[in-house]
């Protein structure tokens, strides 16, 4: 079982910066992939960014990319966003996920191939 604790949500103005970690807790997730996903209220929730369990390849969506970075620590059980250039359009519930199955080739990104979720910190861009 594993326990995923997200931090470093807040408000920000339009242009600024937030940097979120994601904390495991009651097993490593070494060896597995981890993805950041968002969701507004009465939407879907949304793949953001992930990246391969070693750190060796990473996924963004088109909405993020060149704004955002993910990044692991795996001594610290940690992965980390972080938001650059934040738009109003970026203001969500963030929510960190462990993949299902360990050592994939590939970086997952849809919902379903995870299977640990953490409860979500809000982000709120304001213009």
């Known amino acids: 079982q594993v326990q995923l604790v997200e931090s470093g949500g807040g408000l920000v103005q339009a242009g600024g910066s937030l940097r979120l970690s994601c904390a495991a807790s009651g097993r490593t997730f070494r060896g597995y992939g981890v993805a950041w996903f968002r969701q507004t209220p009465g939407k879907e929730r949304t793949f953001v960014a992930g990246i391969k369990w070693n750190g060796g390849s990473t996924s963004y969506a088109d909405s993020v990319k060149g704004r955002f970075t993910i990044s692991r620590d795996n001594a610290k059980n940690t992965v980390y966003l972080q938001m650059n250039s934040l738009k109003p359009e970026d203001t969500a519930v963030y929510t960190c996920?462990?993949?299902?199955?360990?050592?994939?080739?590939?970086?997952?990104?849809?919902?379903?191939?995870?299977?640990?979720w953490g409860q979500g910190t809000q982000v709120t861009v304001s213009s």
């Open positions: 996920a462990v993949d299902r199955s360990p050592i994939k080739t590939g970086v997952s990104t849809t919902a379903h191939e995870f299977e640990y």
